[in-house]
C-alpha cells in the first residue's frame, strides 16, 4: 500500500488566516484527492488534484478558499484561506495505488483548529 | 445522487463477541466498496475492497459482503478484541469503470469492545 505523509499533523490558527497543507506519497499517482472531516462527521471531498491540470473542486468547495497545487506526481497543498471557526477539521490526502481499482489509501491527516 | 448509510451509529459490545456492521447505499451501480477503520484523531486505513462483481473478501478475522443488487454490505469481525474499538467507515465508488475516483462515506460506525 502506499505510503502517504502530511504535515502538519495538526495546527491551531487564528480566524482570518490562512494555512497550508502538504501531501508527500512515496510514488507516482495521477490523481490526490482532498477530503474533509469535520467533527462528527464523516469524510467529504474537497476537490481532485490532476498533475499538470486545475484542481476539479465538489459542489460547495470553491478555488479561492480552497487553492490546491500539484506541482508534480507525488506531492500536493491544499491551502484553507482566510479561515474560520467553521473551517474546524481534519484534512486528509488520498490517493489509488492500486492499478486503477480505485483501492484509495489515506494519509494520516492534518488536524486543523481554528480559534 | 449515490448515498451511504451505515447503521448502528454506535455499538458497544464485551470482548470476544462476534460483531456485525452494516452498510447500505442507495445506487446499486458501484464500481466497488471499500471499508476502512479510523481511530480517534486519525487518517483512515483500508481494511478490505470488494470489487462489483465479488460477493465478499477476508483478512483476518475480518470479512466482508457485498450484495450489490439490494444495496447492502456487511463488515464481520469475529472474535472481538478491545484493540478493534474503533470507527469502521464503508465508502463506495459511486461510479463504473476503472481508474481513480472519489468515494461517497457512510458516517461510520463507532465500535467500542469492553474487556
Known amino acids: 500500500s502506499a505510503v502517504i505523509s502530511q504535515k502538519p499533523s495538526r495546527d491551531i490558527c487564528q480566524r482570518g488566516t490562512s494555512l497550508t497543507i502538504q501531501c508527500q506519497v512515496d510514488?507516482?499517482?495521477?490523481?490526490m484527492f482532498w477530503y474533509r472531516q469535520q467533527p462528527g462527521q464523516s469524510l467529504t471531498l474537497i476537490a481532485t488534484?490532476?498533475?499538470?491540470?486545475?484542481?476539479?473542486?465538489e459542489s460547495g468547495f470553491v478555488i479561492d478558499k480552497f487553492p490546491i497545487s500539484r506541482p508534480n506526481l507525488t506531492f500536493s497543498t491544499l491551502t484553507v484561506s482566510n479561515m474560520s471557526p467553521e473551517d474546524s477539521s481534519i484534512y486528509l490526502c488520498?490517493?489509488?495505488?492500486?492499478?486503477?481499482?480505485?483501492?484509495?489509501?489515506f494519509g494520516p491527516g492534518t488536524r486543523l483548529t481554528v480559534l | 445522487k449515490q448515498e451511504v448509510t451505515q447503521i448502528p451509529a454506535a455499538l458497544s459490545v464485551p470482548e470476544g463477541e462476534n460483531l456485525v456492521l452494516n452498510c447500505s447505499f442507495t445506487d446499486s451501480a458501484i464500481y466497488n466498496l471499500q471499508w476502512f477503520r479510523q481511530d480517534p484523531g486519525k487518517g483512515l486505513t483500508s481494511l478490505l475492497l470488494?470489487?462489483?462483481?465479488?460477493r465478499e473478501q477476508t483478512s483476518g478475522r475480518l470479512n466482508a459482503s457485498l450484495d450489490k443488487s439490494s444495496g447492502r454490505s456487511t463488515l464481520y469481525i469475529a472474535a472481538s478484541q478491545p484493540g478493534d474499538s474503533a470507527t469502521y467507515l464503508c465508502a463506495v465508488t459511486p461510479h463504473q469503470g476503472q481508474g481513480a475516483q472519489k468515494l461517497v462515506f457512510g458516517q461510520g460506525t463507532r465500535l467500542t469492545i469492553n474487556p
Open positions: 488534484a490532476n498533475q499538470g491540470s486545475e484542481a476539479t473542486y
Open positions: 488520498s490517493v489509488d495505488q492500486s492499478g486503477g481499482y480505485n483501492e484509495q489509501f
Open positions: 470488494i470489487q462489483s462483481s465479488q
Open positions: 510514488s507516482q499517482v495521477t490523481m
